[in-house]
């Protein structure tokens, strides 16, 4: 397009294309080559394959792109909250008026404050437990009512409820309003899941944002939100920003979804899927039922022709049955009288053969001997006795205490050590002044020896 004549005391007129075209000559003759550190926030991939992002400090934000053939360059892959340093060129693209750094390499510092704080705090809470599998809670398959803490003025709570009524579901949907950004949204979004809690009925807590950069997500990665989902008796499903983004909530929830959208698809039963799958099922079952009556009707007929007549098949059963039973009969009564005749013979040679009768014959002849035994053993007594008597009448005759009870006496005297009372029969065998010992009939005496006398 031409420019519009102007006089010669006017400034030329431009079109938007030829200022926009001017001013990225001068940016690209002026930063050709530039070397620009910050943090990558907002990192989109497209169908194109293609990275945009935003380089971004503390005081401002730069629009940067790195295509797709750039990317195989790079040490590692590039994502939200990594400090870099990009080497390229600032260019415009005039479309939409934006200028921009058109990357061409990329140097890792590692990653930004906030994702380093957020890594932080995912390791010690997920050491702590919060994030284990064991506790988390099922999810109601058909909530009667669903809490949404959410901002009621944003997008994601209308995605959400746009499921909810197509999908024409009975459940009621509760929305409590809390800040999700900025300073202090975390504790009301701690405190809302606290009251929740002891104040409603819910059955399920749906925590409901949209997407944005990770410091627009800071307020569910604080801590006290991640403590209130982890001690919440009711199950919670975080839906927060888009399928890429990840905050501490999503580790402690109970169920993640990839959006505010999945989240409704996930928790919210579809009730026209529902019938229509019910009345899917009841033809199935109608159908299978149908067949299995008709396979039965079938075996019915096909057995009745196997059988034929049933009641003539019967009849012929029932005389073939008294038959055997007639015979069973007579067999029976013949064996029990042949058993009784041989079990009357036994009884005969039994009491012929029987211990009783035995014993009483034994026991007899046992009265018999032991009478004559105590007899003999009588008659050996007196024998013995009377043998007894005269052995100690003649023993009686040549004793020393006859004798002694005759007047006699018997003298000794006793040995010192282990030697025996010594007799004294003669007075050689005798000392004065020895003690000495004499036995009478009665009693006996010690005396001390004064004077011997032998025999001359």
Same mark, same amino acid.
């Given at each position: 397009?031409?420019?519009?004549?102007?006089?010669?005391?006017?400034?030329?007129?431009?079109?938007?294309?030829?200022?926009?075209?001017?001013?990225?000559?001068?940016?690209?003759?002026?930063?050709? +080559?530039?070397?620009?550190?910050?943090?990558?926030?907002?990192?989109?991939?497209?169908?194109?394959?293609?990275?945009?992002?935003?380089?971004?400090?503390?005081?401002?934000?730069?629009?940067?792109?790195?295509?797709?053939?750039?990317?195989?360059?790079?040490?590692?892959?590039?994502?939200?909250?990594?400090?870099?340093?990009?080497?390229?060129?600032?260019?415009?693209?005039?479309?939409?008026?934006?200028?921009?750094?058109?990357?061409?390499?990329?140097?890792?510092?590692?990653?930004?404050?906030?994702?380093?704080?957020?890594?932080?705090?995912?390791?010690?809470?997920?050491?702590?437990?919060? +994030?284990?599998?064991?506790?988390?809670?099922?999810?109601?398959?058909?909530?009667?009512?669903?809490?949404?803490?959410?901002?009621?003025?944003?997008?994601?709570?209308?995605?959400?409820?746009?499921?909810?009524?197509?999908?024409?579901?009975?459940?009621?949907?509760?929305?409590?309003?809390?800040?999700?950004?900025?300073?202090?949204?975390?504790?009301?979004?701690?405190?809302?899941?606290?009251?929740?809690?002891?104040?409603?009925?819910?059955?399920?807590?749906?925590?409901?944002?949209?997407?944005?950069?990770?410091?627009?997500?800071?307020?569910?990665?604080?801590?006290?939100?991640?403590?209130?989902?982890?001690?919440?008796?009711?199950?919670?499903?975080?839906?927060?920003?888009?399928?890429?983004?990840?905050?501490?909530?999503?580790?402690?929830?109970?169920?993640?979804?990839?959006?505010?959208?999945?989240?409704?698809?996930?928790?919210?039963?579809?009730?026209?899927?529902?019938?229509?799958?019910?009345?899917?099922?009841?033809?199935?079952?109608?159908?299978?039922?149908?067949?299995?009556?008709?396979?039965?009707?079938?075996?019915?007929?096909?057995?009745?022709?196997?059988?034929?007549?049933?009641?003539?098949?019967?009849?012929?059963?029932?005389?073939?049955?008294?038959?055997?039973?007639?015979?069973?009969?007579?067999?029976?009564?013949?064996?029990?009288?042949?058993?009784?005749?041989?079990?009357?013979?036994?009884?005969?040679?039994?009491?012929?053969?029987?211990?009783?009768?035995?014993?009483?014959?034994?026991?007899?002849?046992?009265?018999?001997?032991?009478?004559?035994?105590?007899?003999?053993?009588?008659?050996?007594?007196?024998?013995?006795?009377?043998?007894?008597?005269?052995?100690?009448?003649?023993?009686?005759?040549?004793?020393?205490?006859?004798?002694?009870?005759?007047?006699?006496?018997?003298?000794?005297?006793?040995?010192?050590?282990?030697?025996?009372?010594?007799?004294?029969?003669?007075?050689?065998?005798?000392?004065?002044?020895?003690?000495?010992?004499?036995?009478?009939?009665?009693?006996?005496?010690?005396?001390?020896?004064?004077?011997?006398?032998?025999?001359?």
């Amino acid at each position: 397009m031409e420019p519009f004549t102007t006089t010669p005391s006017e400034p030329a007129i431009l079109t938007v294309s030829q200022i926009s075209r001017s001013i990225r000559n001068l940016l690209e003759g002026e930063f050709r +080559f530039i070397r620009v550190s910050g943090e990558i926030s907002n990192l989109s991939r497209p169908y194109s394959g293609h990275s945009y992002f935003t380089l971004k400090d503390e005081g401002a934000q730069l629009r940067a792109v790195l295509f797709k053939g750039q990317q195989r360059f790079l040490a590692k892959d590039i994502h939200d909250g990594q400090q870099v340093v990009c080497h390229g060129r600032i260019s415009v693209y005039e479309p939409r008026g934006d200028y921009q750094l058109i990357v061409d390499s990329i140097d890792f510092h590692g990653a930004g404050l906030l994702q380093l704080q957020f890594e932080e705090l995912k390791k010690r809470l997920a050491a702590e437990g919060l +994030f284990d599998v064991e506790r988390k809670k099922a999810i109601p398959l058909f909530p009667r009512k669903i809490t949404l803490i959410t901002s009621p003025t944003g997008a994601a709570v209308h995605d959400f409820l746009k499921i909810w009524r197509n999908r024409k579901w009975g459940a009621t949907i509760q929305i409590f309003p809390v800040r999700v950004q900025g300073k202090g949204a975390a504790e009301e979004i701690a405190e809302a899941i606290v009251r929740v809690n002891k104040e409603t009925d819910s059955d399920i807590i749906v925590l409901c944002r949209g997407g944005g950069a990770l410091e627009d997500l800071w307020a569910f990665n604080e801590e006290c939100v991640a403590r209130a989902i982890y001690g919440s008796t009711l199950p919670i499903v975080s839906a927060i920003g888009h399928e890429v983004d990840f905050t501490i909530a999503d580790f402690c929830a109970d169920l993640r979804a990839p959006t505010p959208t999945g989240a409704a698809e996930q928790i919210i039963p579809d009730f026209s899927l529902l019938q229509r799958q019910i009345l899917l099922y009841k033809r199935q079952l109608t159908t299978l039922l149908l067949k299995k009556i008709d396979g039965y009707s079938r075996q019915v007929s096909q057995n009745r022709r196997l059988l034929g007549d049933l009641g003539r098949t019967l009849s012929h059963l029932t005389l073939q049955i008294d038959h055997h039973t007639s015979r069973l009969t007579h067999s029976m009564e013949r064996l029990l009288q042949q058993q009784t005749f041989r079990l009357e013979r036994v009884m005969v040679r039994l009491e012929r053969q029987s211990p009783v009768n035995r014993m009483t014959i034994q026991a007899q002849r046992l009265r018999h001997a032991t009478e004559k035994l105590i007899e003999r053993t009588q008659a050996l007594l007196r024998q013995k006795s009377a043998a007894f008597s005269a052995q100690a009448a003649l023993l009686d005759t040549v004793s020393p205490l006859a004798t002694l009870a005759r007047g006699y006496a018997i003298v000794r005297r006793k040995k010192s050590g282990k030697n025996r009372e010594e007799i004294i029969t003669r007075s050689i065998q005798a000392h004065p002044g020895e003690q000495i010992e004499i036995l009478l009939h009665s009693g006996r005496l010690e005396c001390e020896i004064n004077k011997v006398i032998n025999p001359l």
